[in-house]
Protein backbone atom coordinates (compact mmCIF):
# COMPACT_ATOMS: atom_id res chain seq x y z
CA UNK A 1 0.00 0.00 0.00
CA UNK A 2 1.27 3.90 -0.81
CA UNK A 3 1.25 6.04 1.70
CA UNK A 4 -1.38 9.17 1.53
CA UNK A 5 -0.25 12.76 2.44
CA UNK A 6 -3.41 15.84 2.60
CA UNK A 7 -2.32 19.08 2.55
CA UNK A 8 -4.18 22.86 1.90
CA UNK A 9 -6.04 22.77 4.84
CA UNK A 10 -6.40 25.94 7.35
CA UNK A 11 -8.42 28.25 8.86
CA UNK A 12 -10.67 30.23 6.01
CA UNK A 13 -13.49 33.03 6.37
CA UNK A 14 -17.04 31.95 4.95
CA UNK A 15 -17.34 31.96 1.41
CA UNK A 16 -13.63 31.53 0.90
CA UNK A 17 -12.49 28.75 -1.88
CA UNK A 18 -9.52 25.94 -0.51
CA UNK A 19 -7.90 23.09 -2.66
CA UNK A 20 -7.05 19.93 -0.57
CA UNK A 21 -4.60 17.62 -2.30
CA UNK A 22 -3.79 13.97 -1.57
CA UNK A 23 -0.59 12.92 -2.90
CA UNK A 24 1.71 10.09 -2.82
CA UNK A 25 5.14 9.58 -3.84
CA UNK A 26 4.77 6.63 -5.58
CA UNK A 27 3.16 6.10 -9.43
CA UNK A 28 1.00 3.19 -8.31
CA UNK A 29 -1.22 5.78 -6.87
CA UNK A 30 -2.58 6.02 -10.69
CA UNK A 31 -4.07 2.81 -9.78
CA UNK A 32 -5.49 3.81 -7.57
CA UNK A 33 -9.45 4.07 -6.24
CA UNK A 34 -9.57 7.55 -4.03
CA UNK A 35 -11.70 9.21 -1.77
CA UNK A 36 -12.19 11.78 0.57
CA UNK A 37 -14.02 11.88 4.05
CA UNK A 38 -14.19 14.39 7.33
CA UNK A 39 -15.08 14.57 10.56
CA UNK A 40 -16.04 17.00 12.73
CA UNK A 41 -15.65 17.30 16.01
CA UNK A 42 -18.29 14.97 18.53
CA UNK A 43 -19.59 13.58 14.42
CA UNK A 44 -19.47 10.87 12.36
CA UNK A 45 -17.06 10.36 9.78
CA UNK A 46 -19.00 11.42 6.55
CA UNK A 47 -18.17 10.62 3.04
CA UNK A 48 -17.21 13.64 1.16
CA UNK A 49 -16.27 12.76 -2.56
CA UNK A 50 -14.77 9.35 -4.54
CA UNK A 51 -13.17 8.97 -7.69
CA UNK A 52 -12.74 6.57 -10.10
CA UNK A 53 -8.99 4.97 -11.34
CA UNK A 54 -9.24 6.60 -14.18
CA UNK A 55 -10.73 10.17 -13.11
CA UNK A 56 -13.90 9.67 -15.74
CA UNK A 57 -16.31 9.25 -12.48
CA UNK A 58 -16.89 10.69 -9.42
CA UNK A 59 -19.20 10.61 -6.89
CA UNK A 60 -20.58 13.19 -3.83
CA UNK A 61 -22.19 12.81 -0.42
CA UNK A 62 -24.97 14.83 -0.68
CA UNK A 63 -23.69 17.84 1.53
CA UNK A 64 -20.47 17.82 -0.93
CA UNK A 65 -23.04 18.02 -4.21
CA UNK A 66 -22.29 21.37 -5.91
CA UNK A 67 -19.68 22.89 -3.68
CA UNK A 68 -16.75 20.11 -3.85
CA UNK A 69 -15.04 18.92 -6.47
CA UNK A 70 -12.92 15.76 -6.40
CA UNK A 71 -9.89 15.48 -9.27
CA UNK A 72 -6.86 13.50 -10.42
CA UNK A 73 -3.44 14.47 -11.86
CA UNK A 74 -1.80 11.36 -12.53
CA UNK A 75 1.35 12.97 -13.42
CA UNK A 76 1.42 14.08 -10.59
CA UNK A 77 -0.18 11.33 -8.88
CA UNK A 78 -2.36 13.17 -6.68
CA UNK A 79 -5.94 13.50 -6.30
CA UNK A 80 -7.55 17.18 -5.29
CA UNK A 81 -10.76 18.25 -3.48
CA UNK A 82 -11.66 22.02 -4.65
CA UNK A 83 -14.52 23.40 -2.67
CA UNK A 84 -16.06 26.37 -2.88
CA UNK A 85 -17.99 28.86 -1.22
CA UNK A 86 -16.67 27.38 2.17
CA UNK A 87 -19.51 26.94 5.29
CA UNK A 88 -18.90 27.37 8.90
CA UNK A 89 -20.31 23.75 8.95
CA UNK A 90 -17.20 22.12 6.35
CA UNK A 91 -15.22 22.84 9.52
CA UNK A 92 -13.62 19.22 9.84
CA UNK A 93 -10.65 17.09 9.45
CA UNK A 94 -10.26 16.24 5.95
CA UNK A 95 -8.94 12.74 5.04
CA UNK A 96 -8.19 10.89 2.00
CA UNK A 97 -8.08 7.18 1.34
CA UNK A 98 -7.17 4.82 -1.43
CA UNK A 99 -7.12 1.53 -2.55
CA UNK A 100 -5.80 0.20 -5.55
CA UNK A 101 -9.04 -1.19 -7.36
CA UNK A 102 -9.72 -2.49 -10.92
CA UNK A 103 -10.07 -0.01 -14.11
CA UNK A 104 -13.70 -0.47 -14.48
CA UNK A 105 -14.99 0.04 -10.91
CA UNK A 106 -16.86 3.22 -10.22
CA UNK A 107 -16.20 5.21 -6.92
CA UNK A 108 -15.95 3.72 -3.83
CA UNK A 109 -18.16 5.45 -1.33
CA UNK A 110 -17.25 3.16 1.68
CA UNK A 111 -14.43 4.28 4.15
CA UNK A 112 -13.81 0.27 5.18
CA UNK A 113 -13.18 -0.42 1.60
CA UNK A 114 -9.93 1.65 1.26
CA UNK A 115 -6.81 0.29 2.71
CA UNK A 116 -4.26 3.38 2.92
CA UNK A 117 -5.05 6.63 4.36
CA UNK A 118 -3.38 9.80 5.53
CA UNK A 119 -3.14 11.68 8.57
CA UNK A 120 -5.49 14.55 7.71
CA UNK A 121 -5.33 18.35 7.46
CA UNK A 122 -7.19 20.38 9.55
CA UNK A 123 -10.11 22.88 7.59
CA UNK A 124 -11.81 25.70 9.85
CA UNK A 125 -14.27 27.99 8.56
CA UNK A 126 -14.87 31.46 10.69
CA UNK A 127 -17.97 32.69 10.07
Known amino acids: QVQLVESGGGLVQAGDSLRLSCASS????????VAWFRQAPGQAREFVAAISRSGGNTAYGDSAKGRFTISRDKAKNTVYLDINSLKPEDTAIYSCGGSRCILTMPPIVDPGSYRSWGQGTQVTVSS
Open 26 to 33: RSMFSEYC
